[in-house]
């Protein structure tokens, strides 16, 4: 009898998981959202519809299964900051190191990969509303976060705010990539852009927040 090697049946799971997000977002840059089904995602990756559903309990989830994971390190950046460290100096670090678009490289590919998804999502109700529904759970558990760190009442106005003004910020800077897609800007304009748009948003909370919360 064969014995699986320790961690094998994970790297499988994690290739299927895989495989099926990849093929999902290429029908949908393809089609667009809307007009593909998860039975059609099944299909093209040569897996069953229950798989499916046993790796994405949505179809939104398949296109923004990667949301999660920021979120994890999001919160991670903000609970594990150094003593002495605010908030707003832990959110800056992480908003600002290379992911995303920061870490998109200059070329053509980029360009097109920046069109595809912006496209993609502005087409399409669904993956509107679900982006506004995760950036409001991203709010809600900094809030809790905070409020926990700071020792106040998970209802208490001042960590929901902090919160509100920092994800906020990651919000209007998802826009603003959008709209300068939208004007033609390519991925090496908008790459250093949001720097500064970033920088500029930060200060701007920092003049209200900047001694909130220290570790």
Do not use: W
Request: zero cysteines.
């Amino acid at each position: 009898m064969t014995v699986e090697a320790p961690g094998l049946r994970e790297r499988k799971k994690e290739q299927t998981r895989r495989l099926i997000a990849e093929t999902a977002r290429r029908l949908f840059a393809e089609r667009g959202f809307d007009a593909v089904t998860v039975g059609e995602v099944a299909r093209a990756a040569d897996v069953s519809e229950k798989t499916v559903f046993n790796y994405f309990a949505t179809k939104e989830d398949l296109f923004y299964s990667g949301m999660e994971a920021f979120e994890d390190r999001l919160l991670g950046a903000v609970r594990d900051r150094e003593p002495g460290e605010t908030v707003l100096a832990a959110f800056r670090r992480f908003l600002l190191q290379p992911q995303g678009v920061f870490a998109l490289e200059a070329g053509a590919e980029a360009d097109a990969q920046l069109r595809t998804v912006t496209r993609v999502i502005t087409e399409s109700p669904a993956l509107l509303a679900r982006e506004r529904h995760v950036l409001a759970r991203y709010t809600e558990a900094l809030a809790e976060l905070l409020a926990e760190e700071t020792g106040v009442d998970r209802d208490d106005l001042e960590p929901r705010a902090a919160a509100h003004a920092l994800i906020g910020v990651h919000r209007s800077l998802i826009e603003y990539v959008r709209r300068r897609v939208a004007a033609g800007a390519t991925a090496a304009e908008i790459g250093p852009e949001l720097q500064e748009q970033a920088r500029r948003g930060l200060a701007l909370v920092e003049r209200g927040l900047g001694e909130y919360a220290p570790r």
